[in-house]
């Protein structure tokens, strides 16, 4: 039972990042567009062309997330929420150049247009974890610290 605990004690915004990101996956799977051509009608999957690497960092996503709803994350605090943005950034990123992409494809299937939707929803979220953490400030302050020499 901790992990019911654990999840029930996540913050709304964190529940929707997760549960934007886990429902982003099953749609992967949805049909995103049809061609017809000559009587013969395909669909396609979010696991065509382009769609293969937004789902696969999804993937690396949820298993970061995953391991820090675990508490076995090697970084934790604001620093495992910096991290997870930008996680998630990427994954709205190559989510909407693979929506731009499949615009032109044929009719757009269901799978689509709800994809559309949970990226919106994981680019919320995700923004919303960003500022949360610090935001800009949280990030300049982690690059200067990077950037002092080692103390001997």
Not at 1 to 16: C, G, H, I
Not at 74 to 95: C, K, N, W, Y
Not at 124 to 134: E, K, P, R
């Amino acid at each position: 039972m901790p992990v019911q605990q654990d999840l029930a004690a996540l913050p709304t915004t964190k529940k929707l990042f997760l549960g934007s990101a886990v429902l982003l996956l099953v749609d992967s799977f949805l049909p995103w567009y049809h061609v017809s051509f000559g009587g013969v009608s395909v669909s396609e999957g979010g696991w065509h062309q382009f769609g293969s690497i937004t789902w696969i960092v999804l993937i690396a996503l949820l298993v970061w997330e995953g391991v820090r709803i675990a508490g076995a994350a090697p970084i934790e605090g604001r620093r495992a929420d910096l991290f997870s943005s930008v996680g998630a950034l990427a994954v709205v990123v190559l989510g909407v150049i693979f929506v731009l992409q499949r615009i032109s494809d044929g009719s757009l299937g269901f799978g689509f247009f709800l994809g559309v939707i949970l990226l919106v929803g994981l680019g919320y979220s995700a923004f919303q974890t960003f500022q949360a953490s610090g935001g800009a400030e949280a990030v300049r302050h982690e690059v200067d610290e990077r950037r002092k020499p080692p103390v001997v």
